[in-house]
Every structure is written in C-alpha cells, then in structure tokens.
C-alpha cells in the first residue's frame, strides 16, 4: 500500500475528473491521501471531500503565500474544522520566501506560522511545513516553537545538514516529484542520508509530476514513481519502500 501524504484534490484542475483520478490511484496501490487546505476556504474543501470519500483524509490551515486570508479568527474556525474525524493535521502552514521578499510580511509569515503551531498544540494535531527557500528561518523556529509538536517538512528542498537537524527533532521530510528530476541536485544525498522511520512520500498533486510525467498535471498515482526513485537510491525494493513509508504516515498522522 501506498500513502501520498500530501496533495490538493480539491484543486479546479481535477474539477471534471476527481473520481476518475481517485480510481487510478486506487488501482496503482495508493490507498489512502491526505489533501491539504491552503486557504480557509480549500480547508473547508478538503474537509468536505475527505468526508464524502473514505480514501481522503484532510489538513486544515493558512499556506504562507495566503497570510492575507488570516485574522485574528481564524485559528478558531480552523479548530471548528479540526473537529472533524478525518482532519488529521494542522498544513499547509510555513514560511515561502521564495515569493515573498518583503521582510515585513515575512515577519507576518513567522507570526501566523507560529499562531497555527500554537494551534496545532491546543489540538494535539501534527503539523505539515511549506519552507521554500526559508530553510534557516524554518528550522529556527522549529527548534524554539515546535519542540513539542511532531510533523514533516513537505516537499523537501533543504540541505542534508538541515536534514539532520529536523531527524534530531524527531520530523520527517517528504520527497516529491523533484526527487525524479535530472537536475534534483541535493535531493538524492538526503533521501540517502535519511533513516527509513523518516521518510513520507508525496506527490503534491496537482504540482511537480515526477518523470516521465513531468510537466503534466501531478496525480496520487503517480505517487509510485517518487517510491521507484526512492528504492533506486536506496537501494531498496518497491515493496520495502510501500511498507516503510505508509508505517511512517499512519503514524504521523494516526491513521489506519
Ligand atoms: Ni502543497
């Protein structure tokens, strides 16, 4: 079995084919897929459709390139959605300075980070990490307002040193389809510096398809190709890699 760990089904790109793209992740082994909100209105999008589907499951809250979304109410309706059964994280939350370069909204991105930490807490939820070129300040505040919580570093693209320091806080990384990628300069020395009890795959669908899909829309199917290239590096068989990797995600997020 297969677990893709972090996606957004609720996207318009999968508006005429949503129970199509669920069948082929089905038939490629990709059992359960956890969407997540980057807006409070996809947060109630994801919510709704992990209700109506029992492969999905959904994280709640505010992506760092939405912060105009966020006021001083949010985190409680956030917390009212949380309620629900299948909401099983607090993400996409983090810091993007990638498009963000204006440092006083990137202190408004740490705050809003810190906020829904908090609220990840009160919860007693894990938490799924955007850093895009952000890695200093993200592990920063890791180290001084996480170290209670547990989660992952989404679609890793940080250094192998970073790497260490999110395993020493007991963290994981996802690996997506960049892993696949000719030019994924880093990427293969983490994942092979990586213990396998921190390891998540994911295909952040419908963003980076792996190869031989890339440039397409991404899919949960397609899940198996960052698992192939994950076994390749490792040396690995597929099978090792399905069975680690789904242990590690029912056991960040307490699912079955
Ligand atoms: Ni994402």
Not at 168 to 183: A, H, R
Not at 221 to 245: C, M, Q
């Amino acid at each position: 079995m297969f677990i893709d760990t972090h996606c957004h089904l609720e996207d318009e790109n999968f508006s005429s084919d949503r129970a199509e793209v669920l069948e082929r992740a089905k038939f490629a082994g990709v059992e359960r897929i956890i969407n997540f909100g980057s807006t409070f209105q996809s947060s109630i999008a994801v919510t709704e459709l992990a209700e109506n589907f029992s492969a999905l499951y959904a994280g709640v809250g505010i992506h760092p390139e939405e912060i105009d979304d966020f006021d001083d109410k949010t985190c409680a309706r956030l917390a009212e959605l949380a309620a629900d059964k299948k909401v099983v994280a607090i993400g996409e939350i983090g810091l993007d300075y990638h498009w963000e370069k204006d440092s006083q909204r990137r202190l408004i991105q740490q705050k809003i980070f810190i906020a829904q930490l908090d609220l990840a807490r009160q919860l007693n939820l894990p938490v799924c990490v955007h850093d895009r070129d952000a890695h200093a300040d993200t592990l920063k505040i890791l180290q001084t307002e996480a170290r209670d919580l547990r989660g992952v570093l989404h679609c890793y693209s940080g250094s192998v040193e970073t790497a260490r320091e999110v395993f020493k806080l007991g963290w994981f990384i996802g690996v997506d389809g960049p892993l696949t990628f000719k030019n994924s300069a880093k990427l293969p020395e983490v994942v092979k510096a990586a213990p396998r009890d921190r390891l998540l795959i994911e295909t952040d669908a419908p963003y980076l398809a792996p190869t031989p899909y890339r440039g397409k829309r991404n899919e949960p199917a397609y899940v198996v190709e960052v698992a192939k290239k994950l076994a390749e590096l490792r040396g690995e068989t597929l099978e090792e890699v399905a069975e680690y990797t789904a242990a590690n995600a029912k056991e960040l997020y307490k699912i079955s």
